[in-house]
């Protein structure tokens, strides 16, 4: 059992951005342009979407993803995949895939993948970048990761760390990523575990793998990918796709009939209904 799949987890109430996940950008739900992405990864055995939501569920169906309807009960994403890991046995490797970041990287996917296979000690497996403007480090919105000699995180924080004691050493701030590869018993264990002191603290999930000693990997890459949190920040997307010329390869590919879309992949999987 080697395979690999990606959960996207997606939920309709946001107190800052209600329907998030079909909020059309350059004429495409939100949640399609991750899908989208997601399938071109090529380590990925299955692409999932996880939701608590007929709404999401059927719009996905239409589509063409496969979805797992889940409980609405669950308190965070990883919560919601977890219950999917569960009935999905025969995959080792669960790739966490943030349903808000359109322009997620298919070959960080495939790299996520290729780390856990590789390192069996690896328990979770994540992605971080340099900021652009390390001005930026001061936001606490913006979650930083400082890692080890080896690339194993050693804190996750919403302060700028490190703290520059030495104002002439360079400083370089690694803003986290959203994306998590876990290993398949890694992630059962984790929903497991009560929210640890550090993780309340900091209000930051992760920090519970550090404070139960999982070993945490991250990927050091050199760009990020832009996450969409309020309707602000899908105009401010929009606009650059539109800029760059993606806008119009993007609608070409999501108007494709099923089987242009299936040769432009080498073969994706036909329609399945939603799973219970």
Avoid at 242 to 261: H, K, M, T
Wanted: aromatic content about 6%; glycine content about 6%; proline content about 7%.
């Amino acid at each position: 059992m080697n395979k690999a799949v990606g959960i996207i987890p997606a939920r309709w109430s946001s107190s800052r951005f209600p329907g998030k996940p079909l909020h059309l950008i350059a004429g495409i739900p939100l949640l399609r342009h991750v899908w989208e992405h997601c399938r071109r990864a090529e380590k990925l055995d299955s692409v999932i979407i996880a939701t608590d939501d007929m709404r999401i569920a059927d719009a996905a169906f239409e589509w063409g993803a496969e979805v797992a309807l889940t409980s609405p009960h669950h308190q965070s994403g990883t919560d919601r995949i977890a219950e999917v890991a569960r009935k999905t046995k025969q995959f080792a490797s669960i790739i966490n895939i943030q349903g808000d970041e359109p322009l997620v990287d298919p070959a960080l996917i495939d790299k996520l993948v290729e780390r856990l296979r590789s390192d069996r000690k690896i328990g979770i497996v994540t992605a971080a970048h340099p900021f652009e403007n390390a001005a930026e480090a001061s936001l606490p919105h913006q979650v930083k990761v400082i890692v080890d000699l080896r690339g194993n995180a050693l804190y996750f924080s919403r302060y700028a760390i490190p703290f520059p004691r030495d104002r002439s050493a360079p400083i370089r701030y690694l803003r986290h990523q959203g994306i998590y590869g876990f290993r398949r018993q890694t992630l059962l264990q984790f929903v497991k575990w009560k929210p640890t002191p550090l993780e309340r603290a900091e209000s930051l999930e992760q920090l519970r793998a550090l404070e139960n000693g999982v070993k945490v990997h991250v990927l050091v890459t050199k760009h990020g990918s832009p996450g969409v949190d309020t309707p602000q920040d899908a105009i401010a997307l929009e606009q650059n796709l539109a800029r760059a010329g993606i806008v119009a390869a993007s609608l070409r590919e999501a108007s494709a009939s099923p089987i242009e879309r299936r040769l432009q992949t080498f073969g994706s999987k036909a329609k399945r209904r939603p799973s219970r």
